[in-house]
């Protein structure tokens, strides 16, 4: 039998990401009591960096740390410090320091090297879209692994419809979309009607009261423009 050594390998994981411009605690927490109250099970034991970009001072971590996991998220570390005291201050609580896409884009440029002539490698097999016929009722809960899902129904309150890809919904949507489940940016959202609890690509979220009130029980197409969520209406 061959044994396998342990590994270290690179991955992208979807995490949610709360922009701070003060450290109050009890605004904070009520920010995200309210966010979890509205969806549940999309937020529980999740994932959360916090941006300090806008603070002028050190928040106490410690204290940061024990009040998001009150509130059933799990706080893995911060982005966007701008000094090496808050670094320091975040690491002593056990917190990852980590940089954002955009603060990555500012370092220099490695020195350009030959590039390494390799053969085109195959085209990875295509996976056919995951179909469900009829409503997706309240609890319920349909995945499409490695592919786009599309439902020949409306998606009840309390119902969640998930894809590694994008979602289409010949109906009403009324419960919780959440396309690019693993981190496709490119994945989109599509429904006859729009009367989402929450839509979601690529962990980028907005929940019911943000959606555009000209746009609610019409037609449209949902897809990420500049790290925002861009509801549009399908003519």
Do not use: W
Not at 59 to 86: C, H, N, Y
Not at 107 to 112: D, G, N, T
Not at 199 to 214: E, K, M, N, V, Y
């Amino acid at each position: 039998m061959v044994e396998r050594d342990n590994e270290l390998k690179g991955t992208t994981f979807t995490i949610s990401v709360l922009h701070i411009s003060d450290g109050e605690p009890e605004r904070i927490r009520q920010l995200l009591a309210e966010k979890v109250a509205q969806a549940p099970y999309f937020f529980n034991c999740a994932p959360l960096v916090i941006n300090v970009s806008r603070l002028e001072h050190i928040p106490d971590f410690e204290q940061l740390k024990e009040l998001v996991e009150s509130e059933e998220f799990v706080l893995v570390g911060i982005t966007g410090a701008r000094s090496e005291e808050m670094k320091t201050a975040a690491k002593a609580v056990g917190l990852a320091v980590m940089a954002s896409g955009k603060s990555r884009k500012s370092e220099p440029a490695p020195a350009p090297v030959a590039p390494e002539v390799v053969p085109e490698p195959e085209p990875a097999p295509l996976i056919p879209s995951k179909v469900h016929v009829g409503p997706v009722r309240s609890g319920q809960q349909i995945y499409a692994a490695g592919t786009s899902l599309v439902v020949l129904g409306s998606v009840s309150p309390g119902a969640e419809v998930l894809a590694d890809d994008s979602i289409h919904i010949y109906g009403t949507l009324r419960g919780r979309a959440i396309a690019g489940a693993r981190g496709n940016t490119q994945a989109r959202i599509y429904c006859q009607q729009l009367q989402a609890e929450l839509l979601s690509i690529a962990g980028t979220f907005q929940l019911s009261d943000a959606l555009p009130a000209g746009l609610i029980q019409q037609p449209v197409h949902v897809r990420l423009d500049n790290e925002q969520l861009r509801i549009d209406r399908i003519k």
